[in-house]
């Protein structure tokens, strides 16, 4: 078969006969586009300039390959392949597993290619599998058997500034194999520098325990320094969570290495993975139902949301519940621990701890978005309200209950309120506004249930104390 071929049109059905584009035959690079061809080792970019012609570039062999990267055709360029993202934006994916690129442009290396989780095209830039044993030191875990992406101990840190999105910033993903937890966020400062965290924006955060903030060079000048890690995520603290590039053993259930407290006290992760993506792109939806929706889910976990889309109102964090009762709940208040005896009395219509209001899993720690007004921007008409002190901690869903909004009472329901000038007779937790039942949320046919202004006696009405709770509307 020669080299290339010229062609003008051919179906589909006759591609599929003729095993076009697949590495046994060869790649179809139809006219003014870019085709990324991976076969025996080596990716090169096809550029087809043409404005007439298709090419059929044979790859057969490797000696077929070869000879027509070597051959100079009129209307074809040839350009490196830089990163598993611009191997599967340019149509070359085969899959996951090792591919050759080269960063560069003068010295490929194999990587192993993410090209299905999370949108694909992640290259991972570390493997640590804590049966391999451990690094050595910052050196030692900076790059490490550069040539084996599969090693136990893997590292081809000191290539991650080749793989910058557009704007200048890193697009991470950590991931902790066997555990449910992974991480994606953006930052404009290099972990391999000794300089404070800075850029930091979340993709989809599901640890967050032990300081999360990105990730930062462990035993800097900038922060409390630690000697057990070559980069960890506890930014601006002496822990070593998140760890990349562990140089010791770390916890006792079992022992392993340092990932998230979210995972357990004292749990060590068997595994940790680096990856990166040169990819900038972020959608922010209205809400957590508009996530789910749109097909953006990714799980539980901590996303960005903007409730009034182009108004004045900034985006920020919050915790979407992907998969209780249908999915697509966004957390709009939670509070835990003694914290929870001295909540606001407009704790459900005002916006407290903003920043904290993603991560209900932190001890003590109470925050609200204003649930009131994120109900009535994101239209919701469900409520679902989740504490140990109610129906033995099983959530409790409210469907079709209209926005919660405390201008009008809600007096029938799973879920329910008073207004701000009536309650509902004859319910205890949900009678009278002006005695104490204000900005409620009312259980069990409104006799008990999160009563903030009576928490001189209790918050949680009756007899449940000062109770933790969570609150969810879609």
């Known amino acids: 078969m020669p080299l290339f071929l010229k062609f003008i049109a051919l179906s589909v059905l006759g591609l599929a006969l003729m095993g076009i584009d697949t590495v046994d035959s060869g790649f179809k690079v139809v006219r003014g586009t870019t085709k990324a061809i991976y076969a025996h080792n080596v990716c090169k970019k096809i550029v087809n300039s043409d404005a007439s012609n298709d090419f059929f570039v044979s790859t057969k ?44 442009g003068s010295s490929p290396y194999p990587v192993y290619c993410d090209m299905t989780t999370d949108g694909g095209g992640w290259t991972r830039l570390f493997k ?149 993506k040169e990819t900038d792109t972020q959608t922010i939806y209205s809400s957590c139902k508009a996530i789910l929706n749109a097909g953006a889910s990714k799980g539980d976990g901590i996303y960005v949301i903007d409730p009034d889309g182009a108004g004045a109102g900034v985006a920020y964090e919050v915790y979407c519940d992907m998969t209780t009762s249908g999915g697509g709940w966004t957390l709009v208040a939670h509070s835990n621990g003694a914290v929870t005896a001295s909540t606001p009395n407009d704790f459900l219509v005002n916006t407290y701890s903003l920043a904290s ?19 009535t921007l994101a239209s919701t008409t469900d409520a679902m309200f989740i504490s140990p002190s109610y129906n033995a901690g099983a959530a409790i869903v409210d469907l079709a209950g209209g926005t919660w909004n405390y201008n009008s009472t809600k007096c029938t329901g799973n879920l329910r309120h008073t207004s701000r000038t009536a309650g509902c007779a004859g319910q205890n937790a949900n009678d009278n506004y002006n005695s104490s039942d204000a900005f409620n949320i009312a259980v069990n046919s409104g006799n008990e249930g999160i009563v903030p202004a009576y928490k001189a006696s209790e918050v949680c009405y009756s007899g449940k104390g000062s109770c933790t709770f969570r609150f969810f509307l879609r």
């Open 61 to 104: 062999t490797a000696a077929e390959w070869s000879s027509f990267r070597a051959a100079t055709v009129p209307g074809l360029a040839l350009q490196s392949c830089k990163s598993c993202w611009d191997i599967l934006n340019n149509g070359g994916s085969v899959g996951d597993g090792i591919y050759h690129i080269d960063p560069s």
């Open 128 to 276: 640590h599998q804590q049966a391999g044993g451990f690094f050595a030191n910052a050196a030692d875990a900076d790059a490490k058997n550069t040539s084996d992406p599969n090693n136990s101990l893997y590292s081809i840190l000191n290539q991650m500034d080749y793989f910058k999105t557009p704007t200048n910033r890193y697009h991470f993903r950590i991931t902790w194999p066997g555990e449910s937890f992974r991480n994606l966020w953006w930052q404009t400062t290099s972990p391999r520098a000794d300089v404070v965290v800075a850029g930091y924006k979340t993709d989809f955060v599901q640890a967050y325990s032990n300081y999360w903030g990105g990730l930062e060079f462990s035993n800097g000048t900038h922060g409390p320094a630690s000697n057990s890690s070559y980069i960890d995520g506890s930014v601006n603290h002496a822990n070593w969570f998140y760890a990349i590039g562990s140089f010791v053993v770390w916890g006792s259930t079992p022992p392993g290495i340092p990932a998230s407290e979210d995972m357990g006290v004292s749990h060590g992760a068997a595994e940790v993975n680096l990856w990166i």
């Open 357 to 375: 209001v993603a991560k209900p899993g932190i001890p003590n720690t109470q925050a609200s978005l204003n649930p009131e007004q994120f109900s």
